[in-house]
């Protein structure tokens, strides 16, 4: 049998062009796509469309979501979902509710390859890049399921999104359409371990989104021991990356920065990585490390209070990152398979 054609990774001037092939005016397409934002459970729901559309729609064409493989519930309210894909393959996603609203983490990738030490993600490294469809399934399937609107989305979820660019900025594309999610760019967050020819290439975009970058070192020899990209992508090149950003989007760049207990919690780590973005303007988040993997404990009160307070001091805006679901192992860097693959 033929694919099914994925009409969850479809813009709506596709849909347009695919009502056409299949003998129907343009317009239909604007029809579906609405429908497909619009809560359709199934084809049949989509009353304005011919009996005849919605059968070869049926035939040819697939508006499946994820399922819900396992769903575990915080404390605190955080939902993380391990959902399964059509071929069985399992990711997570997690939400986050806050005053001002709900926020998803999404994955980008069932898997990573990038081998951060710390993260549980890298662990059996990647499997495959996800669709832009799969990527929208998990906020849809997940807004189905709480019956809320979310209104932010932050790719901190498994994968690495810039490793995936084609298909995450088709989900954006798709997901800031007013008929589509209707979530404006600024509500996006993307975290990236700083792959800069891809920084470099998202710049080009100049899409008003918020890029997040996973520093946890400001020294070349201790980051690539953490984070291998470094190798590649050393700290002078991310630095010259994230400045072609900013001059092109104009927009704040988030730092985030995961303590690692008597590691790289010191005052000279703080006041080196103030030196190294001192001609961008940025915002560094702290976050206190998960015990994702050996090696990694997180640092204790004291020494994050005096990181901060450092920076702070010295008029770096700094903030320490809320640790939501941490009951659950909702916290960043935790989402691994505990799903087995059916
Ligand atoms: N690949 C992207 C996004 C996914 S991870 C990136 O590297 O940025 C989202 C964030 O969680 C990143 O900042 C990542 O470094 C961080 N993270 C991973 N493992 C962690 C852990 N054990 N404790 C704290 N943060 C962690």
């Known amino acids: 049998m033929a694919k099914r054609i994925d009409l969850y990774s ?9 009502a056409e092939t299949m003998g129907e005016k343009a317009f239909r397409g604007k029809q579906l796509f609405n429908w497909l934002y619009s809560g359709a459970g199934s084809f049949d729901d989509m009353t304005n469309l011919s009996k005849g559309f919605r059968g070869a729609l049926e035939e040819n064409c697939s508006m499946c979501l994820p399922t819900v493989a396992r769903k575990q519930v915080s404390v605190d309210g955080t939902v993380k979902y391990a959902f399964r894909l059509s071929d069985g393959e399992v990711i ?3 939400v986050m509710s806050y005053h001002h609203g709900h926020t998803i983490c999404l994955s980008t990738q069932a ?3 990038m081998g951060c030490r710390f993260c549980a993600s890298a662990i059996g490294g990647k499997t495959r890049d996800l669709s832009c469809g799969e990527i929208m399934g998990q906020i ?5 399921d709480l019956s809320v609107r979310i ?6 979820g498994m994968g690495e ?5 084609e298909q995450v900025l088709k989900f954006m594309e798709i997901a800031t359409c007013e008929k589509g999610l209707n979530i404006g760019y600024r509500h996006f967050t993307l975290s990236t371990c700083g792959l800069c020819d891809k920084i470099v290439l998202l710049a080009e975009e100049k899409l008003p989104i918020n890029l997040a970058v ?9 980051r690539s021991e953490m984070m291998p990209v470094n190798k590649k992508y050393p700290l002078a090149k991310l630095v010259d990356a994230l400045k072609v950003y900013q001059a092109a989007t104009g927009r704040r760049i988030t730092v985030e920065y995961a303590l690692n207990k008597g590691s790289n919690d010191s005052v000279e780590h703080a006041k080196e990585l103030m030196r190294l973005f001192g001609g961008l303007l940025y915002h560094v988040n702290v976050i206190p490390i998960n015990n994702a993997r050996e090696g990694f404990y997180k640092s204790g009160r004291e020494a994050v209070k005096k990181f901060v307070d450092y920076l702070t001091g010295q008029g770096v ?5 809320r640790e939501l679901g941490a009951d659950i192992s909702a916290a960043c860097g935790q989402l691994k398979h505990q799903v087995e693959k059916s």
């Open 151 to 156: 209104g932010n989305i932050v790719f901190m």
């Open 111 to 113: 898997g990573c390859n």
């Open 317 to 321: 805006s700094a903030t320490v990152r």
């Open 140 to 144: 849809l399937a997940a807004q189905k």
């Open 214 to 222: 996973s520093v946890h070192s400001p020294f070349d020899s201790q």
């Open 161 to 165: 999104p810039l490793d995936n660019l």
């Open 92 to 94: 997570e996603s997690v």
């Open 10 to 18: 479809m813009t709506e001037k596709e849909l347009c062009s695919l």
